[in-house]
Structures are given as structure tokens and as C-alpha cells.
């Protein structure tokens, strides 16, 4: 899950059979993820999201993007949205194509890293290398733009606080949507706040106890990237 990266791009039509249309404008679709390996402890298929509210694309943790949206987003104002920096998986070669802007939590500094993992300074280094390549100079296809828990994005997105500081959950009020990055996932056994989730930032308290001012929302759709598509009475298991 954590810092798993595709510089590849990995679009094709084979995909596109799979995308499934979840609502009017919002569609989810699986591919499997390049960097997996049989030790992983999480599935080879990831998801990925589209929304499309008829001006503007939203593509949540983009990987294999089918040809349709594809198709769509040269009609529409794209713009990628990672859930974690080390979600970027095929966004390196979809700004090469669709040039568009990049909203993203910020990268582990070193600090972040040797609070999370309790590694040393020097084992740090200059910290995490996810969007690297973005953050290094310009990009010819397009910039970062940093967003936080507590955040509300111009897109119409809040930004809710996940298992660490660049892990989040975010809602789509427009579509009762809860879109989660590693902090809710499906590992076949209902969602879960993976026990891999849990590092010296926060308890798994703490975590359940951040996200429950979902509860006071409309969620109807819960929406992770480790999982498949589920519902509210998931999230009121999990958090209630």
C-alpha cells in the first residue's frame, strides 16, 4: 500500500470491461497494480474513480485509466486527486497526456519518517521519493497543488483525516461519496482500518475516533482504493 509506485503507464483497452458506471457521473473501475508482489499483504487489484460533473474530471488514484474517460477528459477541464502522495501509480505519464493539475497531500519529509517508522535521521535521507519528479522543477504537464486535513477543496472535496498526515479520507458532498486512500480498506473481510495503517503517529483510536465526524454526514457510498465499492452500514460497523 504505502509508497508503492507506477512510473508506467498501463492504459488499455482490456480495462475498459471493467469499468462500472456507480452513479450518474461516477465510475470505478480495477487494474492490477505493477509494484504488487505475492508477499504483499495487499490484493493486486487496486480501484480507481472517476466524477464527472460535466465540466470537470476528477480521477482519484489514477491506474489504467480506461479509454472512455480518457476519451472524456480531452472534453472536460481534467484534474488528478491522490488520496496519498504514494498513490501517484500512472499520474507521471497521464500529465504527459492530459496536462493537468495534480491535488496531492504533501511527501514524508525525513522528519515524517523517522516519526512514522522510527528510522534514524540518516536512514531518512532527503526524505520520501514519492513526486519526486513533480516536486523536482517544472513539469511540462502540470503542478502540484498541496491540500491538508480540514481542507475544502475548490472541487467541492472536504478533506478528512486519515492514519497519518497524507492519508486521507475525503467527501464529495455532491454525490454522498466517501473516497478513502489507505486509512478504510477492503481486504476481502468487510472495511478495516488495515493493521498496517497503525505506525507511531497515531493510535487506532485516534484514527477511528478523527473519522467519526463522518458519521454525521449523508455518506451513501464509501469508496476505498484497497477494495471494492461499499456502503454506509460498512462505515457505521466500522466506526459506530
Known sequence: ???????????????????????????????????????????????????????????????????????LARVRIPVIVLTAPWHERDTQTLLGMLRCPVFTPSPDTAEDLVRK???????????????????????????????????????????FPGRVRNDVVLWLDSLRVLIAGDTLADFGHGLEIPSDAVTQERTPEQIVQGLRALLQRPVEHVLPTHGLPTDRSALDRLLG
Not at 3 to 11: N, P, T, W
Not at 120 to 145: F, V
Request: glycine share 10%.
Open 1 to 71: 500500500m504505502s509508497h508503492a509506485r507506477s512510473k508506467s503507464c498501463s492504459q488499455s483497452a482490456g480495462y475498459d470491461r471493467e469499468m462500472q458506471q456507480l452513479l450518474a457521473g461516477l465510475w470505478h473501475w480495477q487494474a492490477p497494480h505493477p509494484d504488487w508482489a505475492p508477499t504483499a499483504h495487499w490484493p493486486q487489484q487496486v480501484s480507481s474513480y472517476a466524477v464527472d460533473d460535466g465540466t470537470t474530471l476528477l480521477l482519484f488514484d489514477p491506474l489504467a485509466v480506461p479509454q472512455p474517460l480518457l476519451e
Open 117 to 159: 517508522y522510527g528510522i534514524t535521521l540518516q536512514q531518512a535521507g532527503s526524505g520520501s521519493p514519492d513526486l519526486a519528479w513533480l516536486l523536482s522543477g517544472p513539469s511540462p504537464g502540470g503542478e502540484a497543488h498541496f491540500y491538508a486535513a480540514g481542507d475544502r477543496l475548490a472541487l467541492g472535496i472536504d478533506v
